[in-house]
């Protein structure tokens, strides 16, 4: 079965110090993966997406992905957090089985300390 | 602006009534999705459609029946509520050959 894990419910990082939040998938044949930030009783924001191509991925508010075939992994970064980016952040891969359908893993919250 | 409307965006019910969520899109995708979000478990698919007309079921359709009469609008009916229902509802829209998923805001149920 297609699927995402995110190993850790919460990462705790100080202000400053860089931040990775850590996904892995599963998926037959080649993986579309997205990561997506919620912040608190707000919708889905849309960071990044790894589609082909360079494994480096540039997102939005500084993140950055690096996609990993070989440890079919997909882990988000961020070279110096701000408290501002505590959140709830969400990988998801698209279903290869057809009907476009995203796959999220259950979520990371990340907790930025000053 | 175009989008993903979700209506209504907060709705408490009382168990065994029933409601409709609205979900309309202005970008004429022909990919529409509802997903549930809860707690530690987050967003699992309901259902979708493919293109006006056609529904399927999703990881967790139990309890909810959808319509997509129209392209633009994809409802969510749940014929008869029961608490485990309360949560937080996504939409969301895709256009065929398009990569990016467009989003609602979310409406936020509560089944008492």
């Known amino acids: 079965a297609q699927s995402v894990a995110q190993p850790e419910d919460q990462v705790n990082v100080a202000e400053g110090n860089p931040l990775t939040v850590k996904c892995t998938y599963s998926?037959?044949?080649?993986?579309?993966l997205f990561w997506y930030v919620q912040y608190p009783n707000r919708g889905l924001q849309f960071l990044l997406k790894y589609i082909t191509g360079d494994n480096l991925v540039k997102g939005s508010y500084g993140f950055e992905a690096e996609f990993n075939k070989s440890q079919t992994s997909f882990h988000l970064k961020k070279p110096s957090a701000l408290v501002s980016d505590s959140a709830l952040y969400f990988c998801?891969?698209?279903?290869?089985?057809?009907?476009?359908?995203?796959?999220f893993g259950a979520g990371t919250r990340l907790a930025v300390h000053p | 602006n175009a989008g993903v409307t979700q209506t209504p965006k907060f709705r408490v019910l009382k168990t065994g009534q029933s409601m409709t969520l609205l979900c309309a899109q202005d970008?004429?995708?022909?990919?529409m999705y509802w997903y549930r979000q809860d707690p530690g478990m987050g967003l699992r698919l309901i259902h979708y459609?493919?293109?006006?007309?056609?529904?399927a079921k999703g990881e967790v359709p139990d309890g909810y029946n959808v319509s997509r009469l129209k392209k633009q609008n994809f409802l969510l009916g749940l014929e008869s509520a029961a608490p485990s229902q309360t949560s937080v509802y996504f939409c969301?829209?895709?256009?065929?050959?398009?990569?990016?998923?467009?989003f609602g805001s979310g409406t936020r149920l509560t089944v008492v």
């Open positions: 459609s493919v293109g006006e007309g056609t529904t």
């Open positions: 970008m004429n995708h022909e990919y």
């Open positions: 998926v037959s044949g080649n993986p579309y």
């Open positions: 969301a829209s895709k256009g065929q050959g398009e990569v990016g998923y467009t």
């Open positions: 998801a891969v698209r279903d290869t089985s057809g009907y476009n359908k995203l796959i």
